[in-house]
């Protein structure tokens, strides 16, 4: 059986910093791209950033500068450092497995819970 299990979320004072962990079981997963939602309360799912399975990041523009994607497929085990956190990334984040292969293969973490308040 798939899993992804996010942790690292909690509560946090704006200006501080997370590390969001995503641990997979049951997939080999350097040979996933692993990606970063966030969906905060009462809004839509949002992409934050990509970490491919040959290392290449891509992170949308609110997430550039302050969030760091990394991976350790010896752990089986993808990160994203949040740091300078703002009320506004107030959200659920989630992890999302992808495997580029016919059929496609993609998994969804169940999400781990930042806040962001003083």
């Known amino acids: 059986q798939v899993q992804l299990v996010e942790s690292g979320g909690g509560l946090v004072q704006p200006g501080g910093s997370l590390r969001l962990a995503c641990e997979a079981s049951?997939?080999?997963?350097?040979?996933?791209?692993i990606s970063w939602y966030r969906q905060p309360p009462g809004k839509q799912r949002e992409l934050v950033a990509t970490?491919?399975?040959?290392?290449?990041?891509n992170y949308t523009d609110s997430a550039k500068g302050r969030f760091t994607a990394s991976r350790d497929d010896s752990k089986n085990t993808a990160y994203l450092q949040l740091n300078s956190l703002k009320p506004e990334d107030t959200a659920v984040y989630y992890c999302?497995?992808?495997?580029?292969?016919?059929?496609?293969?993609?998994?969804w973490g169940q999400g781990t819970q930042v806040t962001v308040s003083s």
């Open positions: 970490i491919t399975r040959g290392g290449a990041i």
């Open positions: 999302y497995a992808r495997k580029f292969t016919l059929p496609p293969r993609n998994y």
């Open positions: 049951g997939i080999t997963f350097s040979l996933y791209d």
